[in-house]
């Protein structure tokens, strides 16, 4: 069952009549019913179907394409190759999870000298129907030179290993290689003396931790359709987080100024990160271009395994030094994270957040971003976080039984709080891991007999969270009614919360507020929806708009009553005399003075556009019961809690949704997903057959408890929550499993095959 | 005067300095100190940093003042998924 905890909220202290209330979602209708419009869903006149040649190889040189042939074909309408796309000088941008390359884009969108690895684009082309469009993608010729493959992340670190691209040099060491590498970059976080933390600690812990590549696995495949009218303008609609960011991307690559581009974004079937980048959209434009024709793209599931960003999979050291009365003296880690094709891959998040739950005065973190024959990662949800946090609570668990302190009392006793020093620099302001842990230690989960073969985990997880560009827009309607437009596209509940926000602010029904995801013409730049801002950053321009409208009502009241406009209050969504020398006046209620807006001035509009700051992270700790099955190697979970601070929960069922979500993705990651590549370098399980994603079937209900310490920086208190519930899963059940069998497994997923294969090692008992 | 630390990345650009004293008025001005007192820094100081003023990050924020005897920290650019 879940429960929803309130504790002291610190600032701002607001009484809301909306803000934490359940009410029915804007989108929850037409989903249910299936009348929303996904990415695949829509269908324009003589649109024409595309589709993708992929390479079988997952790193050659092209020798040559020849489509004649496939031109050829009746039925064909239009094909694009390296050749229809400019290449792109190096120019790194921000995008989503990190900073892109655009050389990088082009080429990853489209392979040019070489292909990267098996799935890589090589040719794209439209055709009237789907069947001639996959016969034509048979009869496209590429001849290419094989090269020698390297999938694994330390074999692509060795000097020997096959080199991606001759032009890759380390960053971040000095002085800079002369050679090249796969190693695009060394980064470094370090506070204090770690030698002098360690030769303080009593007992000194070090494990090193592999994980395997994991893939978002969001339900609805990449879709599109892209429209070129002859003059040059454009419209694509596609499923994505950030409509802005595809019409930068593309217009870019073809070559398109911005406004020439209008993109509308669909309704999306998860996204987790995944869906920052661009993939078939600039081909769909391509084609559209050159056919005249809309054309409409659809990744099957196995393009999206073997083409799409997952994230990396890693190999992870950790050293962590504590004192026999549970003080930690010092923590070291050494992380080595996949990149896949292009550089870029989430290690410097993942070496940031490592150590963040912990107040530690000594700490030192290296990392590597390395290129290996894999699709590039993309964003996945607290973006290199879950790996590195799962090799750190791991040893955290260990350390604390092998001293014999209760897990929780040893994380509350070096716990991050406010005024905590990062191992990145800043301190900490106001923040809510202690009061997760204690609400954790007070249920009656944590107190519940075990029975044999089952045990008990715990891992705490963090993640920064951020703001960014956003723009909002209320228009106010001539009965009263609001219209709320945001740039975000909804994925976790950003249009109700972004809804219950203005109601709060302008003091109107939830039910009056109906918004809409604005296309990339209607509404100013707006950066995606990630690194969980949405919800935070459309708060904030939300409020700030809701001002506006106030204001305006007042002035209008004013008109109204023909006193001067500062003589007019704003109260309980109605415009009041400010006091008893303002005049004796009924209320003016929101909906009179817009029903007389068009005699006392015109609509009634308010618009916000910043780049909203004050992001404040937000820290939980999951805790998991499962037995395991010690003849198949089979881990049951039995039951799961997670404990997270929201700052404030605006919609509070999505704040539980973003939770459990959030661990259930966790126990796939940690039990059965994996990439799994044969000698040839092709993935083996592009499907979701072999690729073993959890169903319902194969978890208990999550219960969940919000904890609420106010972010002192946002109107109503928020912090993000969509990342932080996928960073304690792994560790979690890994420390439960540990307790189940006595083996402490350092390898992800901890699948059947492989805790069956320890069991057995590990001998009876 | 504001306390200015880099990571140590950005310290290898700064002939191994990674704590300093520095007159800013906002961040802007500070990324230009920084970039006229360290010249091989300039490069490493453009979109893929953010600043921390007294524990808050900021990115893309050029106009937010940095208070007298502020802590200020350059840290990478923080995102998402």
Known sequence: MATVLKTEIQAPARETKWVGTRPIRPDGVDKVTGRAKFGADLILPGMLVGKVLRSPHPHAKIKSIDISKAAALPGVKAIVTRDDFQDLPSEFVPAGEMMVNYRDIVRNVMAREKVLYEGHPVAALAATSAQIAKQALKLIEVEYEVLPHVIDVLEAMKDDAPLLHDDLFTAGVEPAPSKPSNIAKRVEFAIGDIAAGFAEADLVIERTFDTKAVHQGYIEPHACVASFSEDGQAELWCSTQGHYIVRGHCAKMLGMDISELRVTASEIGGGFGGKTVVYLEPLALALSRKSNRPVKMVMSREEVFRATGPTSGANVRVKIGATRDGRITAAEGELKYQAGAFQGGPIQPGCMAAFAPYDLANVKVVGFDVVTNRPKVAAYRAPGAPISEFAVESVIDELAKKIGIDPIDFRLKNAAKEGTRTAYGPKLGPVGLIETLKRIKASEHYHAPLKPNQGRGIASGFWFNIGGETSVSINVNEDGTVTLMAGTPDIGGSRASSCLMAAEALGIDYDKVRPIIADTSSLGYTFLTGGSRATFSNGVAANEAAQQVIKEMCARAAKIWEIPADAVRWEDGMAKPAGANAGDFEPLSFAEIAKMAGKTGGPIAGHAHLNAQGAAPSFGTHLVDLEVDKETGRVTILRYTVAQDAGRAVHPAYVEGQYQGGAVQGIGWALNEEYIYGPDGRLQNPGFLDYRMPVASDVPMIDTVIVEVANPRHPFGVRGVGETPIVPPMAAIANAIEQATGIRFTELPMSPPKVLKAIEANGPG | ?81
């Open chain 2, 1 to 81: 005067m504001a306390h200015v630390v880099l990571t140590r990345n950005l310290a290898q650009f700064t002939d191994g300095e990674s704590e300093l004293e520095l007159e800013a008025a906002n961040i802007r001005q500070l990324l230009r100190e920084l970039a006229a007192r360290y010249p091989r820094l300039e490069p490493h100081l453009g979109d893929g940093l953010a600043v921390a003023i007294d524990g808050e990050i900021f990115q893309d924020a050029w106009l937010e003042p940095i208070p007298a005897g502020s802590e200020v920290h350059i840290i990478p650019r923080i995102a998402g998924g």
